[in-house]
């Protein structure tokens, strides 16, 4: 159980294209779930958390309007790129949080790897 | 600020070792503390999850220690093995952080046939 997928696993673009990633918990739901971006030898930076129904709140110095992210069920959030730039490649994780869960252990999707050319 | 810290970042070790990876943070007010492996260019393996009033977990060869009041956790290998070569990472879930969880930046492993 507490499988979380993501969709695409990589994708390649052009400059100045957008790219949404989805992230779907498969077999719970989850009210909350989490973005984060990952450059090469480096750790996870949160980047926003995502609440069903609601506004994402962003991490400080993450732009809003250039990284979209939508919640609009308990088991799916995306994460759109918008007039993606070659600084915006790097590894796009996210997780989910159980929704039944009687802590605060979050299920992490495989990742997506964006390559903007 | 709330901060996770690793030591050390890069650790190789022959193969058959035991090995301890290291991780403090700085707020003892803590929901949970977790483990994850990482193998190039892939997502995260949850290894071990401690919830704050848990002293250690155990998985195989696997064994997770937490301290809150001294704010560390260690990560016990046991007879390590050259499949166990990857990135492990920590990560702590403070309270009054709406349940994020804050990374420390990992410590890459190498275990030599």
């Known amino acids: 159980g507490a499988v979380v997928s993501q969709h695409p696993s990589w994708v390649i673009c052009k400059s100045g294209t957008s790219v949404k990633i989805e992230c779907r918990s498969l077999d719970f739901q989850a009210t909350t779930m989490f973005w984060y971006r990952q450059f090469p030898k480096q750790s996870l930076m949160l980047m926003a958390t995502?609440?069903?129904?609601?506004?994402?709140?962003?991490e400080q110095g993450v732009e809003k309007d250039k990284f979209l992210i939508n919640h609009a069920s308990l088991t799916l959030s995306t994460l759109t790129v918008t007039s993606a730039h070659p600084e915006d490649s790097s590894f796009y994780i996210c997780s989910a949080r159980d929704l039944s869960g009687s802590g605060y252990e979050q299920y992490f999707g495989p990742g997506t790897r964006l390559t903007v050319t | 600020k709330q901060e996770v810290t690793q030591i050390p970042a890069a650790l190789s070790v022959p193969e058959g070792e035991n090995l301890v990876l290291n991780c403090s943070f700085t707020?003892?007010?803590?929901?949970?503390l977790q483990w994850f492996r990482q193998d190039p260019g892939k997502g995260l393996t949850s290894l071990l999850l401690?919830?704050?009033?848990?002293r250690e977990q155990t998985s195989g060869r696997l064994n997770a220690s937490l301290d809150k009041s001294s704010g560390r956790s260690t990560l016990y290998i046991a007879a390590s093995q050259p499949g166990d070569s990857a990135t492990y990472l920590c990560a702590v879930t403070f309270y009054n952080q709406g349940g994020k969880l804050i990374f420390g930046q990992g410590t890459e492993l190498s275990v030599k046939p």
């Open positions: 401690i919830q704050s009033s848990q």
């Open positions: 995502s609440n069903e129904g609601s506004k994402a709140t962003y």
């Open positions: 707020d003892s007010a803590i929901y949970n």
